[in-house]
């Protein structure tokens, strides 16, 4: 058996309703805390994260087609959507749906109020199971089988700013050359709570319409929205790839820069900031193989390029949660320390016998070491249980709300992700496992003579 195992299992036993009992269940307690922290902080993460991103995508998809164009007009221009992408989305695997669009700037006018807004027209390929949880009262525009549907979908925002209801008729004015405006019944309300994006300005129309007061081609729109299978794509395959493109770059404007000065210092800064973001590779990738097989004057951007705000924001929120759990770490890890060199110090006599018994030092530390690994193992257990439990409560009851206008939902929103959970144990069982030794160091300086007589 373990003679320092052995030693260490017998003075924790023997330790009961002690001082030293005390010191354990405070380090078991702030390892506890500190992981429960941890772990609720990467659920609620990954949880915002997805909720903003799903309501992104649910409105536009991953991929945007349009023409190539100088201006950043609202309305795009015309082109013959049936391209082969269309009609043959087999012939890419990754692609889920494609469906065509078309915005069109206009105003809304009442008796009290006049309201801009975006008049986004769809097609019968719009893409409803993705957008339904998106809608909170009515229904989706039917589309008729010629001419074009007088239904539209507004936004719960546009609905309270001009009192409107399902069931209520909207003239809506159109911005051309003659100014034009049409009758609308407004069938359906949705509500993403992106109010600076989509919820304050974009209705939601039959493209025909806008194809109508534009003189198009039933086979023209303004672009066309592709849905990605993110489950497609080989996450490792794409790692590598990221990892060549962002040593080749490197290559490129440091090691191969003739008028860089220190190039290892910047070298390693590169390579330190380097960070992989799966959703990105994907997207880029697919964005690749689909625009090599476009004509050159189409356009092809990710939703992430176009909205580029809120994924920056999103990664910005990624950014702090690290630096929590950094500060988390340094915290646990202090403790530790701090109990251990409290354990050593009560234990001055016993380490001094062993010594004198002809103990080396790696095993006197051993001993330490186990009973501070014991105790780690114990604020785990601990942790997982409190962490995990606050998260099933909030997944469960939705017990704390959220100020949907300022964070995009209602109410505090978790995703179950195992390998984050496993990830953040290994990390703090780790790091507070090698910070064990420096306090144990302490016991080389321990001479047996004076530790014996040590009272």
Known sequence: MNLSYFISK?????QAGSFSS?????????????LAAAIVSFLIMHGFQTTVKERVYGFSNHLLITKFTMNNAVAEQPFDFKIDLYQHPEKFPFIRHVQEYSHKPGLIKTEDEVLGIVFKGVGKSFNQPAFRENMVEGKFMVFPDSGYSHEIVISRVIANKIDAKVGDALILHFFQNPPRYRKLKIVGIYETNLSDYFDSKVILGDLRLVQQLNGWTAGEAGGLEVLIDFNYFNSFQL??????????????????????????????LAVWSYKFNYDQAVLDKAQREIGESMDFDLNIETVSDKYIQVFEWLDLVKRQVRILLGIILIVVSVNMISVILILVMERIPMVGLLKA???????????????????????????????????????????????????YMSYVPIEWDWGTVIILNVIVFAVVSLVLWLPTRFISRIQPVQAIRFD
């Open 10 to 14: 017998r003075i924790r036993s023997a």
């Open 22 to 34: 005390t010191i354990h269940k405070v380090a078991i307690g702030s390892i506890a805390i500190g």
């Open 239 to 268: 790692w590598k790839e990221d990892v060549n493109d962002y040593w080749t770059a490197i290559e490129e404007r440091v090691i191969n820069n003739p008028e860089e000065a220190n190039k290892t210092v910047r070298t390693a």
């Open 357 to 407: 018994l002809g103990a080396q030092n790696k095993l006197v530390r051993s001993v330490f070491i186990y009973n501070g690994m014991s105790l780690i193992a114990q604020g785990l257990l601990y942790g997982n249980v409190i962490g995990l439990g606050l998260c099933f409560l909030q997944y469960q009851f939705q017990l704390i709300k959220l100020n949907a206008h300022d964070y």
